[in-house]
Structures are given as C-alpha cells and as structure tokens.
C-alpha cells in the first residue's frame, strides 16, 4: 500500500513556505499475522486496540496498538 504525505511547512522566522511530497510503501498486517509472529516469538498478546482511543478495534480502524508480553 502506497501512503502519500504531502507536507507544507512554513518558516516561522520568515514564513517562507516550502512543500515536501513523499510516498512510502507500507505493508500493514492483520491480527492472526501479528497473533502467529507474537507466538512464533514466545510473546503474549495482552490487548489489542485503536491507537490513542483504546477502542476496539474493527475493519474501519486504520491505527491497532498490540500489547504483547515477553517470555
């Protein structure tokens, strides 16, 4: 999946505004991939859930925070 981030930023001492055009790849994983990595690496999934909300999570939701435990 391509992400475009198109950036202004504007100096704040002359308020020059300069543009910055990215696009990154980005592979995003699903729960049962994270859920088999976690395992596969002896950690414990604790929670999943939105980023910064704490919600559950769902086919909507773009940001997932995994708490994992170690071994």
């Not at 198109?6 to 300069?18: E, K, M």
């Not at 055009?21 to 699903?30: L, N, S, V």
Request: glycine share 6%.
């Amino acid at each position: 999946m391509d992400v475009n981030y198109h950036v202004f930023i504007r100096n704040l001492d002359t308020y020059a505004i300069s543009e910055l055009k990215e696009i990154h790849a980005m592979r995003y994983f699903f729960k049962p991939e994270i859920d088999r990595i976690a395992s596969n690496a002896g950690f414990q999934c604790l929670n999943v859930e939105e980023w910064l909300t704490g919600k559950a999570t769902g086919c909507e939701t773009w940001g997932v925070c995994f708490v994992l435990k170690a071994p």
